[in-house]
């Protein structure tokens, strides 16, 4: 049996995780031993707990309970607290998703006590170094030995960094192999689509029906942390629901909920909490999530995960945020990268109003993404 540590933390990585796992459990169980790790980074109950059990995600082997804290303070915790469970488990490989301070704290921590670090959500790039998060990918994948692309762009960024795209076995961090593999979150999106319909009630309990509302989610630092760019987002969402017939549903992230009641001008936040028209509630189950995504007339988001979903249910999508990772969303004409900027924003909803005929090519592969990786996992383990 192999050992696998699979390293989570933050809501997205929880969520992600479960196609991996049901991956091993349906295909591998003979030979894989999964020990999920959850760094903490995320505890609210409603950011963590709830994805365990809609999801089917197994009970993590520990929670180092880290916690919020400085991206130092955080970052350092989790190395800390990970190392002394490295040793216990004497893992043949360790995973990780994405860029978050959990993701970064394991891939440097296991690279140099010499655990194969597998990345999943590799080669992304946003080429804006400002973000905490391009610095956590890029130095991720450099100390990877697997890395799992979901995107042909990210497989080209990787390239252009020097990863030769031959594939080796064994690999190890000095020979790295690419693979592209498709969106681990499109098969996640395309499984619990069917039982998102039949367990959530949702659009029952915000007394919503389809296309009459926009699904809007906000927590990027650079939005939230930043007050003029806070005003302008809270500005655009209420000329919309002013100049339009359309709700929005805002399911708030703790990070924006603290920085919209703390930092934005009083009146606003009254004007913005108790409008009609905009329906602000906790964060969502993945459940109800992809319900109200699957039902929404559009998606406003700087999330990275919502503006895929938003792809895979074929919902238009406003991007606030200067750059996306998802460049072929896009380029492909059904997303805009609008920043806070109102008048663009406005130009492309007006677009977007007019223009209904989207296409949507398979750009996040066929919905066996965590197959794929778990096979090519267990075949290059092996051949170590
Ligand atoms: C983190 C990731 C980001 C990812 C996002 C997903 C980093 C650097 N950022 O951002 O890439 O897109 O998760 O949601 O890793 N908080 C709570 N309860 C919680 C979690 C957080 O109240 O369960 C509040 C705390 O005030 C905390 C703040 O949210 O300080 C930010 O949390 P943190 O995990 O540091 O960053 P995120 O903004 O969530
Ligand atoms: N999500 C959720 N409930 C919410 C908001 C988001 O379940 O209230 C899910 C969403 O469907 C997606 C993931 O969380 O699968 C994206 O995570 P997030 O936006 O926190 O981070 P990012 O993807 O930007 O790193």
Request: proline share 4%; with cysteine; glycine share 4%.
């Amino acid at each position: 049996m192999l050992k696998l540590i699979t390293i989570i933390g933050a809501r997205p990585q929880i969520i992600k995780s479960a196609a991996i796992s049901r991956a091993i459990k349906n295909h591998f169980q003979s030979d894989i031993e999964e020990y999920i790790i959850h760094t903490g980074q995320h505890y609210d109950e409603n950011m963590s707990e709830v994805f365990f059990e809609e999801m089917e995600i197994p009970k993590p082997y520990i929670n180092l309970q880290i916690g919020s804290g400085s991206h130092a303070q955080q970052t350092a915790g989790m190395m800390n607290a990970l190392e002394k469970h490295l040793q216990e488990i004497q893992a043949d490989a360790l995973l990780i998703y994405g860029d978050t301070n959990s993701t970064i704290a394991a891939a440097l921590t296991c690279s140099k006590i010499g655990i194969p670090v597998i990345h999943v959500e590799a080669g992304l790039r946003s080429f804006n170094k400002s973000m905490p998060e391009e610095i956590n990918r890029i130095l991720s994948d450099h100390v990877s030995t697997l890395l799992f692309c979901p995107t042909q762009t990210a497989v080209e960024n990787l390239k252009k960094e020097g990863f030769d795209l031959n594939i080796k076995y064994p690999s190890n961090i000095d020979n790295p192999s690419v693979y592209h593999c498709g969106d681990i979150m499109y098969d996640n999106s395309m499984f619990f689509s069917q039982k998102a319909m039949e367990q959530s009630s949702i659009l029952q309990k915000l007394q919503l029906n389809s296309d009459e509302f926009i699904l809007a989610t906000i927590h990027r630092n650079n939005n939230t942390d930043i007050n003029e760019r806070l005003v302008s987002i809270v500005e655009i969402f209420l000329h919309l629901v002013e100049t339009y017939s359309y709700k929005i549903v805002f399911p708030i992230h703790p990070r924006t909920q603290k920085n919209f009641s703390e930092n934005l001008p009083k009146e606003l936040w009254n004007k913005f909490s108790t409008h009609p028209k905009i329906i602000c509630i906790p964060p969502a189950g993945f459940l109800d999530m992809i319900q109200l995504e699957r039902n929404a007339k559009y998606i406003v988001t700087d999330s990275g995960g919502v503006q895929k979903e938003s792809y895979f249910f074929k919902k238009p999508c406003f991007i606030l945020r200067s750059e996306t990772e998802w460049v072929e969303i896009v380029t492909n004409g059904n997303a805009v990268v609008c920043d806070v900027n109102k008048d663009l924003f406005f130009n492309s909803f007006q677009y977007f109003e007019k223009n209904q005929n989207l296409t949507y090519p398979p750009f996040f592969g066929d919905g066996k993404a965590a197959d794929f990786i778990v096979q090519e996992i267990v075949k290059q383990l092996k051949k170590c």
